[in-house]
């Protein structure tokens, strides 16, 4: 018994240096923190109503994406955009997402666009680029968050009657 007293005794004294552990600080678990978040991608991509059913979160961007391009295409469809510019068939629009779901659009022209009026179409896009169905916000860690995006939108060519 007394053999098994002193190792006791022994395990006791010897064993307090393992809840000796150094707790980190705040400071060094929010650094840790802050360092593993990847803050170049979303949690949720942004998404309108008909792509919250689609489980997925590649398939949920991409029906995303085709949703606001077909949309962007049909609102410049009314316009004379592909009249005045026929050898304009693309444009490129930076589409941002604000937290608090509005929308902002920027049409994108390479730098050496001179044969372009990029203030006329600018502002023809911001007089249809309007009412739009609800978009919600990209999500980072729960919480919305502001994104941006390119969106290649193709003009279509209308036939003059």
């Known amino acids: ?93 930076r589409v941002t997402i604000f937290p608090n779901a509005t929308m902002k659009f920027e049409p994108q022209f390479p730098k050496d666009s001179v044969e372009y009026d990029t203030i006329k179409i600018d502002s023809i896009l911001h007089a249809r680029l309007i009412d739009f169905p609800k978009v919600n916000p990209g999500i980072k860690r729960g919480i919305p968050v502001k994104t941006q995006f390119i969106l290649p939108v193709i003009l279509k060519e209308k036939e003059n009657l």
């Open 1 to 93: 018994m007394k053999q098994l007293f002193t190792f006791l005794i022994i395990f006791l004294f010897n064993s307090c240096q393992y809840f000796d552990k150094q707790v980190p600080s705040e400071k060094e678990l929010l650094q840790k923190e802050l360092k593993s978040i990847n803050w170049k991608e979303v949690d949720e991509y942004p998404s309108v109503a008909e792509c919250e059913k689609i489980g997925g979160k590649k398939l949920r961007q991409q029906c995303f994406f085709e949703v606001m391009s077909k949309l962007i295409q049909s609102k410049l469809d009314i316009d004379s955009l592909s009249i005045l510019y026929p050898e304009l068939d693309t444009i490129e629009v």
